[in-house]
């Protein structure tokens, strides 16, 4: 064991399995706040990657909102080249986020052994393009793609990871451009280097460009050992193409390769490059074919305290037949908890939402919630697939059209359940009104509101 596990104790005697479900095993990696781990799933058996972050550091150099920003997107990205984010826990000191194990290491260290064929390059770019082009369609810039960041896994498919400087819809500024000067020197994009805003997609493009040039020549387009001479190449896209590059390639590197991001390739345009359209030979069968986009991953929401309590909670919760939905340990804990808070950084779709307890049998409180509804003056319908969850629709046309919020009962422990409202459609300040006239109706029902004392 390269590190010690003391600090993942669980209190069960075994110093070796957090949460009671991830044996850890060997470091993978480490840098200044945070120690990669290979682990195992002890209920799949299947390994994974588990990134240990510690808070108290990160909130000291203030990284935490990088730390966000990295969870946040891989929360909202799922696609086949893209390493995926299974899980994300949390106790008061340290943030783990268990990640798919992407056992093939980094493209960097195929290249380090020399340029690579061109049929395998073009597999690795058909790969990356796809995968960039589905987060650009989530409103994901990646803005630090390089070989380092791209990872092969055991049938040699190439896998997108380390999100933290990458940005999101929310980080444009007022000109809708981004500002922040940020990537790996020589795969930046020149309209970065100038500080005068730039449209991250385009810049991501920029960087596909170089990283397709360095698998086809095994070396960087732009190498200076001083950084501003080779900035001043960036800037004139200044680089000559070794002599055993194709004319397709050379053709397609030199659209990409554009110092004016408006007349570089958009991704629409790179796909019907016929070079690109080959079936690579590497491509091994089904197993070399794009899933297509999938949807976002079910994410389990982090847990706040300390790993002992949750396991025992979790052990001591269980189903029957005729009970609502059960609502997972970890997501009840980290939701109601009033400290260290993760649960902005797991909206799925944005819509806003709130929780609270009751001690009170499910039927009870859905019976409740519709009196107090109709009393609003919402529509009811219940959902066919689950009788423990209800629809309100409000009458009349809001901002954004009718507001609809839907209503559902989780089981939590015999004597514990979570009731969770989400806004469907509507306008968030309608829905923060109705949250409002529906508390003073319910508060017979209540225990506590996510992030109040439950200790009552």
């Known amino acids: 064991m390269e590190d010690r596990l003391e600090d993942f104790r669980t209190g069960t005697g075994d110093s070796h399995i957090i949460f009671g479900k991830y044996e850890m095993g060997r470091l993978l990696g480490q840098g200044t706040f945070a120690k990669v781990y290979h682990a195992r799933d002890s209920v799949t058996a299947e390994s994974v990657a588990v990134k240990v972050i510690k808070t108290e550091q990160v909130r000291k150099e203030g990284l935490m909102e990088q730390i966000t920003r990295e969870i946040a997107v891989m929360r909202l990205v799922r696609h086949p080249n893209v390493v995926q984010l299974k899980e994300v826990m949390a106790t008061k000191s340290k943030i783990f986020l268990v990640m798919e194990y992407v056992k093939g290491g980094e493209l960097f260290a195929k290249i380090a052994k020399g340029r690579l064929k061109e049929d395998l390059a ?37 896998k997108i990871s380390d999100f933290g400087l990458s940005a999101l819809p929310e980080h444009l500024r007022n000109d809708g451009m981004l500002h922040t000067q940020c990537g790996t020197p020589a795969y930046v994009a020149p309209e970065v280097l100038r500080r005068k805003g730039y449209d991250g997609a385009k810049a991501d493009i920029w960087s596909c460009g170089v990283i ?38 050379r053709r397609l590197i030199s659209k990409l390769l554009v110092v004016d991001p408006l007349q570089r390739l958009t991704i629409p345009e790179i796909m019907r490059v016929p070079w690109l359209s080959i079936l690579s030979k590497s491509n091994d069968g089904a197993k070399g074919k794009l899933a297509g986009l999938l949807a976002p991953p079910s994410i389990k929401t982090p847990i706040t305290v300390d ?28 939701s109601m908890s009033s400290g260290f808070d993760l649960s902005g950084m797991f909206e799925t779709d944005r819509k806003t939402g709130s929780l609270f307890t009751s001690k009170l049998c499910a039927s009870t409180i859905m019976n409740k919630i519709e009196s107090v509804a109709k009393k609003l003056n919402f529509k009811i319908s219940f959902s066919n697939q689950n009788e423990y969850k209800l629809k309100m629709q409000g009458i009349s046309e809001g901002r954004k059209g009718r507001l609809s919020v839907t209503a559902e009962v989780f089981e939590v422990a015999p004597e514990v359940a979570v009731v969770e409202f989400s806004r469907e459609s509507g306008d968030t300040l309608e829905y923060k009104k109705f949250e409002e006239d529906v508390r003073p109706g319910l508060q017979d029902i209540v225990w506590s509101w996510q992030g109040e004392d439950s200790n009552r």
Not at 143 to 157: G, M, Q, T, V
Not at 311 to 330: L, V, W
Request: net charge neutral; charged share 25%.
């Open 212 to 249: 397709l040039y360095v698998l086809l020549a095994g070396c960087l387009p732009f190498r200076e050992v001083n950084v501003m001479h080779m900035y001043k190449k960036i800037f004139k896209a200044e680089y000559e193409f070794p002599p055993w590059f194709s004319a397709d390639a």
């Open 122 to 158: 073009r597999k690795y770019f058909q790969q990356l393009i796809s995968a960039v082009d589905y987060c650009h369609s989530r409103g994901v810039s990646h803005r630090d793609l390089k070989p380092e960041n791209l990872l092969l896994d055991e049938y040699e498919n190439l």
């Open 307 to 334: 790993e002992a309590e949750t396991n025992k909670a979790e052990k001591s919760m269980k189903r029957s037949k005729s009970s609502p939905p059960f609502y997972n340990a970890f997501e009840f804990i980290s």
